[in-house]
């Protein structure tokens, strides 16, 4: 709600995300940043918005993205190889106590 340029349907976008985001243990204020900063974002990557940055045109829209960013980052070098290690567990494959991370990826087949 706070731009009075938004269609109707970005408003709903903009309730719903930050509804969700209340629900998932943010404050008011952090809610209404996160939703109006993914509607803002969806603008720019449609047209809808004068101006837009090169992040937000050229960037995997955030619905797409999903948390690709957060979490259990890899970081530039990929997975470390205790979590190479552990899918290898999973996997049950033989040998895996002595690979190095480089072995571990390719028994994987990465």
Known sequence: MPEQSWSTKRERQY??????????????????????????????????SRTASKSSTRDMSPQKRGGKRSGNRQGPGGPTKDQLYNEAKKRNIKGRSSMTKKKLQNALGR
């Open 15 to 48: 309730e719903h995300i930050k509804s969700s985001a209340k629900k998932q243990g943010a404050s008011t204020g952090r809610a209404e940043e996160i939703a109006a900063r993914t509607v803002n974002k969806n603008r720019a990557q449609s047209g809808e």
